[in-house]
């Protein structure tokens, strides 16, 4: 992108002038800077949470006495510490703790997504791949992040490990985001095809992850505390990179090591509320009319340690950093982004017209009755940290560009069978709100990335976008409202001009939710 970049600033010259700002080659080059400015901060987020470091940051091994501190609470190593770990980044996070606590781990087991060691590989990443004489038995399996066969397997021999532990052994546990997918165990006679049909359903209609998650630890051996009772009577202490809005413990990757706090009733709210109730299969009717409202593990897990080691807040402080570092004024919106991806889109749209209009004409702003509506759509959203008065203050005392930032996991309801994500279909929806809007002289880019690097069943992590999309489109003789009316928008990207607004990083090695960035940049 940078060469190609440089041949348009080069192109959108005059023979001995600046660069030509109202020429169409000149605002191509605009925006090819600014998406580059736009992955450069998507990046550094990333790198924020990377499970190698952090890891790193959070365990303190004293050589000669074995004493591993994890925050505030000493245990010590004599040959008695096993590891089992589930999740997107877990492959990392254990090459990690293998790297520092190896001489005393003893066995180990982790649940990795399908290909990504090859994948891997393949992008140069050592660090987070395991030696080759690692003590850690590793399953791959969840292809397209849904549990299968494989994951059963894994989630089995976690069990397995963990059922044979004593009151001298210490587990580490690492989890991160996809962990629930590659953690199925069912309660018989409940069998993992009927968990994953149901989990479909309910993820089709819009179930949040918590709703989901829910429901899977109702119907689950080893989630809602139920690893942490396996494991009973060894100390446990988890590591977690939480995906999940305000980071509960009880919820990422469906609390294994927490207890659950859920009861049946909960479950038939959400079955109802979704239209499920009476479609469900006698098996599971089975399993929620034997279980009562009491967790299925210890009422306290008093033998667990739960630690958070990275969030999506903690990857948007170090984007937030960067764009300064930029010359943008920037302010974090939100990193607990929720709701329909059709109302999100909507509140971004606004937003930049309501923020580039005070950016424009500093002292004036959008109509009284575009802040109105922004302020009820924030409203609709209900986010609880939601600083949208704050970052319209700072548009208006800012004196050049500005990078609002927020992060999140939207839901989008399935109504085609196209391929995409949650976050190109936010883009291309931003895209077309963002065609609503006079945005006068303002350049605008809006830009949605999935941290771990895949955005659905996807190769993209997202997608960027401008106002000119829909126009641009068009001209192709790309209809928008039709591949958004599949749920097809990867293969919109991929089509628009050569698939140029996709975002690519490649799988990860983390996972801390979804990152979104919206530019305003004065001309």
Not at 25 to 40: D, F, G, I, P, V
Not at 164 to 176: C, E, F, M, R
Not at 249 to 266: F, M, N
Not at 367 to 379: I, P
Request: charged residues 20%; hydrophobic residues 45%; negative net charge.
């Amino acid at each position: 992108m940078a060469a190609a970049l440089q041949v348009l600033r080069h192109l959108a010259r005059a023979p001995s002038g600046p660069l030509l700002l109202g020429g169409p080659l000149a605002r191509l080059a605009s925006s090819m800077a600014l998406a580059e400015q736009a992955q450069q901060l998507f990046e550094s987020a990333v790198g924020a949470v990377l499970p190698g470091p952090m890891l790193q940051r959070a365990l303190s091994l004293d050589p000669d006495s074995g004493e591993l501190k994890v925050r505030d609470r000493s245990f010590q190593l004599r040959q008695n510490l096993y590891l089992v770990g589930f999740g997107k980044a877990v492959l990392g996070m254990a090459a990690a703790a293998e790297e520092l606590l190896g001489q005393h781990l003893v066995q180990g087991v982790i649940s990795v997504p399908k290909g990504i060691r090859a994948a891997m590989e393949h992008s140069g990443k050592q660090e987070v791949l395991l030696k080759p004489h690692s003590r850690i038995q590793v399953f791959e399996g969840a292809e397209d992040n849904l549990p299968d066969r494989d994951a059963l397997r894994a989630a089995l021999a976690i069990r397995q490990l963990a059922e044979g532990l004593t009151a001298d052994d210490l587990l580490l546990v690492l989890i991160s985001g996809g962990g629930s997918a590659l953690l199925p165990a069912p309660i018989p006679p409940v069998t993992l095809e009927e968990k994953q049909t149901l989990t479909k359903l309910l993820a089709a209609r819009g179930a949040t992850i918590q709703e989901l998650n829910t429901i899977r630890k109702a119907l689950s051996q080893l989630k809602g505390g139920g690893l942490a009772q396996a494991a009973y009577p060894a100390q446990v202490v988890s590591l977690i990179l939480s995906d999940v809005v305000g980071d509960p413990v009880e919820v990422i990757a469906s609390g294994p090591t927490v207890a659950s706090i859920h009861s049946v009733q909960d479950c038939l709210h959400i079955l109802n509320r979704y239209g499920l109730r009476a479609a469900l299969p006698r098996s599971v009717k089975t399993v929620l009319a034997r279980a009562d409202s009491d967790p299925h593990g210890p009422h306290t897990c008093g033998h667990v340690l739960n630690v958070i080691l990275g969030s999506n807040a903690l990857a948007l402080a170090e984007a937030q950093r960067q764009a300064e570092a930029l010359g943008y004024r920037a302010v974090v919106l939100s990193t607990a982004v929720q709701g329909d991806v059709k109302s999100v889109a909507q509140f971004y749209g606004l937003l930049a017209r309501v923020a580039g209009a005070r950016l424009a004409l500093p002292g004036t702003g959008a109509s009284v009755e575009e802040d109105e509506r922004l302020c009820e759509l924030a409203a609709d959203l209900q986010l609880p940290d939601l600083q949208l008065k704050e970052a319209l203050e700072a548009v208006v005392g800012a004196r050049g560009p500005v990078c609002l930032l927020a992060g999140g996991e939207p839901t989008v309801q399935l109504q085609g069978s196209g391929k995409g994500g949650r976050n190109q279909e936010l883009a291309l929806r931003v895209g077309v709100e963002l065609r609503q809007w006079p945005l006068g002289t303002v350049d605008v880019l809006f830009l949605s990335g999935g941290t771990d690097g895949q955005d659905g069943p996807t190769e993209a992590a997202g997608a960027w976008v401008r106002p000119e999309l829909t126009s641009q489109a068009a001209a192709e003789g790309l209809d928008v409202a039709t591949f958004l009316a599949h749920n097809d928008s990867h293969t919109f990207f991929c089509r628009f001009q050569g698939g140029a607004h996709l975002l690519y990083t490649g799988l990860t090695g983390t996972n801390v939710m979804d990152a979104h960035f919206l530019f305003l940049h004065p001309q």
